[in-house]
């Protein structure tokens, strides 16, 4: 967010890329295994996914005011990342196409932010 070296969009590329230190160690493309195993942990995961937002929103209105971000409805924008994220965790979709979860999710942060940019 502090970082002036990088564009508004850059910014929210990175922040919806972010994952946390605590996960590097974790086989992401298991967590489908959450739902059904350990579903108290996976409602945790999922309030995290849904909570958080007032700094990606932010960046976004900044990038819409900028002109540097089309204007586009900010809570379809979350919901679509959220859905996408949620796929992951609650299904083997991942496994089963050979993709692991970090290159799913700079996939869905291009999809997501290519989308949005204005062009």
Known sequence: MEDASLTT??????????LPDSYKNVDLGQLYILREKYPDIY???EER???GWDQTISLIEQGIKEGVVRP???KL???M?????EQFFSRDILV???????DALNEVVSIIVDGIASR
Request: glycine share 8%; hydrophobic share 50%; proline share 0%.
């Open 49 to 51: 996914l849904e909570t």
């Open 72 to 74: 586009v409805n900010i």
């Open 81 to 85: 990342f959220e859905a996408s994220i």
């Open 77 to 79: 924008v979350k919901m």
């Open 96 to 102: 089963k196409n050979g993709i692991g979860y970090l």
């Open 43 to 45: 409602v945790k995961v």
């Open 9 to 18: 969009v850059e910014k929210i590329r990175k922040i919806l890329g972010v």
